[in-house]
């Protein structure tokens, strides 16, 4: 209970993107309609906002030649990745992934700058079911979107200063968090 619990309180941690806008957004009484940005200058500039992808599976793989190092591996994401941000301001919404990569160095407090923590988990771990809520907290850097494969690869680094006690590890119906 106490794992589960403090995974939530980080999942709903978010960082400051100044600048970063993703989309626009019309909402009435019944139903929220949200259309996919075609560029990064939507109305989110100075909210805190947390990103939500998921894929089929991602595989973490120790990147060979720079211990401590992973890369991570989600496939058949979607072309649009969530968002959303922290009280009291309650936007959401969905960016084109291509959109999102793209804007990673942008700004004065940028990803590439201050890379964002991210937790990866998912339904299954190495084709087991994941009933401990296993999950990794990283460091995400380098995001290279792939379109016409439907993948999203990082690299990665364990936050805190010790490897991971493994070289793969693959999740199934798996979701990562970036804040």
């Known amino acids: 209970m106490k794992k589960t619990l403090g995974f939530v309180s980080i999942a709903l941690c978010s960082l400051s993107i100044t600048g970063y806008a993703v989309t626009t957004q019309t909402t009435t009484t019944q139903t929220t309609t949200t ?16 990103f939500v992808v998921t894929g089929s599976t991602a595989q973490l793989k120790s990147l060979a030649g720079k211990s401590g190092y992973y890369t991570i591996t989600l496939s058949d ?16 919404g969905v960016a084109t992934m291509q959109n999102f990569v793209s804007a990673w160095s942008v700004g004065s407090n940028s990803f590439k700058d201050n890379p964002p923590n991210g937790i990866l988990t998912g339904a299954m771990v190495n084709q087991n079911t994941n009933k401990s809520s296993l999950y990794q907290i990283l460091i995400l850097e380098s995001p290279q979107y792939n379109a016409q494969t439907s993948t999203l690869t990082f690299t990665a680094r364990p936050l805190g200063t010790s490897a991971l006690p493994y070289s793969s590890l693959q999740y199934t119906s798996a979701i990562l968090h970036i804040n």
Do not use: D
């Open 35 to 50: 259309q996919p940005a075609t560029s990064t200058t939507a109305n989110t500039s100075g909210l805190n906002l947390g």
């Open 77 to 92: 994401v979607s072309p649009y990745i969530t968002y959303f941000s922290e009280r009291p301001n309650r936007k959401e």
